[in-house]
Nanobody, 121 residues
Framework: QVQLVESGGGLVQAGGSLRLSCAAS????????MAWYRQATGKQRELVAG???????NYADSVKGRFTISTDNAKNTVYLQMNSLKPEDTAVYYC???????????????WGQGTQVTVSS
């Protein structure tokens, strides 16, 4: 059984910071990439930041310069450091991972349950 469990969400004032964590557990052979998505009320889910196993990162334009994605490969954990938070960052943040469960098996996408981030003005 493979799980992605997010933590670190909460309520913060505008200009503040939060760090989200997402730990993958279970029988995992390898992780190709991990990412953070978010979905605000009434809006579609969007990619916030992603990182590949090779360390390549990408960010949504709206968070560039404010958010940083990183991983601890030994712990199968991805982090999202969020600084200078704005009310428009308010959303449910979801961890996603592309993982391979078998040596020669396919890489498939998995999702965490989401964690609420609320930024007050």
């Amino acid at each position: 059984q493979v799980q992605l469990v997010e933590s670190g969400g909460g309520l913060v004032q505008a200009g503040g910071s939060l760090r989200l964590s997402c730990a993958a557990s279970g029988s995992i052979f390898s992780i190709n990439a991990m990412a953070w998505y978010r979905q605000a009320t009434g809006k579609q889910r969007e990619l916030v930041a992603g990182i590949t196993s090779g360390g390549s990162t990408n960010y949504a334009d709206s968070v560039k310069g404010r958010f940083t994605i990183s991983t601890d490969n030994a712990k199968n954990t991805v982090y999202l450091q969020m600084n200078s938070l704005k009310p428009e960052d308010t959303a449910v943040y979801y961890c996603a991972a592309t993982m391979r469960l078998r040596t020669l098996g396919p890489a498939s996408n998995y999702w965490g349950q989401g964690t609420q981030v609320t930024v007050s003005s």
